[in-house]
């Protein structure tokens, strides 16, 4: 939801911190703030609207001092104004801090503070923090912050530091995740690894109720009550090249084209001579897969609807029951799970909050939990029993692109491998349908060198309100995909419908103004329904964009315009279907002046509920 950046150093900070911010602008883009000791004393900078903007306004890079915090916000708690933008302080400026989370009994600690003759300057929860500390401050900053931990309910990922002790960066985590880098005479937290990779890619995970004090040449992590712990230094192995935009104009673009070689990695080393394997990265043993009745699948948003394409897989291909469920509803129900429910929750970011409530609740019950995650070491990943990572690399863009792809994969090749060991495909298909997989890198590409004629159709959208999106099947979650692509990042409202659903309702939208796209690959089950569906859309005055196989002439004399897609097995087509989509949108975006990488309102990781 916010970024958050904080450095003690041998050096000046102030350039680092503006990278590290800007790193991680999409978390959170509607103010931006940093603050710095100089001469024992606070300096401060902060203001509304986007990290450029404010930086023109007030030159961060002005800031001097060795130690400091810098936080972009995406607002819970008042407005994005100057004064609700981070970093917030204390009375006497003596104590900053930022914060990325939600204080759930601010009101109520805001209350006692303002009768102890504090004075508050915004309307967040965040600042309640800043003056608790205060309250606690004896003279030593971690006993205060400590102190004040115990009185906080709510999520936090928080940074803090004091003009009286220059030298020691206090952070502390409960729910919103937060790392600390560990430099060479220098020492970092940030909310992401993309934010201090350029510094250095060892980090240290820190778990709920864990405070972290930093000097330049020390980091000690401890609980809230003062007990040392000892943690593990982990190892990044993303370069911070992959981090960067590369040439293109937006990390959405740059992610849409880096997903054939995303696919690749994913599929390294787990389909080798005609076998799949995952075995050794699956912490259960056959028995206990084959003893599974069912699968609930929980996530939110893009990997919502990678939930409902692995659905149809699991269900087509292993003959397993599954229901996916949005991970805010399933957590608020009492769904029946016994030690034979598989939970499987798919989360790009590792740190959505719904999605790990859902994961913490259904272990409550008995499940078994797997996670497919692309951020190593996230909350999801790390209290999961089990997890198969997507190898996507790090996804800047607000709009899930090859973390939705890499995730369709996964689940193609988990439902392939549960298909061998539950003996519900013989080796034979389970090996024709592994060759298919292994070229989809390959058709993705050619599909991408389409994306001058992609381009040229998104152009209808330029002055239209509303679209609608048609699937069946598994292409019905690539229609509520593209829909979903569309509207967060061009702001055109779009829906996605079951096909043979648009005659109870929808139907009633269509008319010249409506730009419909039918997903229309060719497939055994529906193909020919989709087609009396485009002549319904046509019979009322719709304009039709269809996603269909290449090589199919019938169609071409139904759609207005036709984007062709390689021939491969039906459930596959569904990954490549997603491409064209994705670029759709991007260009409705940019041909509307928006900009895709960081849609209003939105933000890359939702660590709230
Ligand atoms: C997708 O383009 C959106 N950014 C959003 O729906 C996202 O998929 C959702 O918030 C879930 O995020 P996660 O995969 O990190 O859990």
Known sequence: MCGIVGIVSDNNVANKLLDGVKRLEYRGYDSVGMV????????????????????????????????????????THGSPTKENAHPHFDCKSKISIVHNGII????????????????????????????????NFKGDIEEATSAALKQIEGSYALGVICADSPEILIAARNESPLIVGIGKNENF?????????????????????????????????????????????????????LAEKAGYEHFMLKEIHEQPRAITETLNGRIENGNINLANELNFNERELKNISRIIIVACGTSWHAGLAGEFMLEELAKL????????????????????????AISQSGETADTLAAIREAKKKGAKILSIVNAKGSSIDRESDSVLYTFAGPEIGVAS??????????????????????????????????????????????????????????NIYKDKHNALFLGRGINFPIALEGALKLKEVSYIHAE??????????????????MPVVVLATKDIYTYKKVLGNIQEVKARGGII????SDGDSEIKKLADHVLYIPNTLYILSSILAVVPLQLLAYYAATDRKLDPDKPRNLSKSVTVE
């Not at 109720?209 to 993303?238: P, R, S, Y």
């Not at 996605?496 to 010249?512: S, T």
């Open 36 to 75: 710095c000791i100089n001469s024992n004393k606070l300096v401060i900078k902060k203001d509304a609207g986007k990290i450029e903007e404010v930086d023109k306004k007030v030159n961060f890079s002005e800031l001097k001092g060795n130690i400091g915090l810098a936080h972009c916000r995406w607002s």
């Open 104 to 135: 759930e009994n601010f009101s109520e600690l805001k209350e006692m503070l303002i009768s102890k003759g504090h004075k508050f300057n915004s309307l967040t929860d965040t600042e309640v923090i800043a003056h608790l500390i205060e309250d």
């Open 189 to 241: 937290i940030a909310s992401d690894v993309a934010a201090i990779l350029k510094h250095t890619n060892k980090v240290i995970y820190l778990d709920n109720n864990e405070m972290a004090i930093l000097t330049k040449n020390n980091v000690q992590i401890k609980n809230i009550d003062g007990e040392i712990i000892k943690k593990n230094i982990n190892e990044i192995d993303w370069d911070s090249e």
């Open 321 to 344: 029951p599954v229901e996916v469920e949005y991970a805010s509803e399933f957590r608020y129900r009492n769904p029946i799970i016994n030690g034979n429910t598989l939970v499987i």
């Open 401 to 458: 692109t090859k973390a939705f792809t890499t995730q369709l994969v996964v689940l193609y090749l988990f439902t392939l491998y549960m298909s061998s060991i539950r003996d519900s495909l013989n080796k034979e298909t389970i090996k024709d349908l592994m060759g298919k997989l292994r070229k989809l890198p390959l058709e993705m590409e050619s599909l991408l060198s389409k994306e001058k004629e992609i381009r040229k159709i998104a």
């Open 496 to 513: 996605g419908y079951p096909a043979a659903e648009m005659k109870h309702g929808p139907i009633a939208l269509i008319d010249k103004n």
């Open 545 to 548: 964009i269809a996603i269909a």
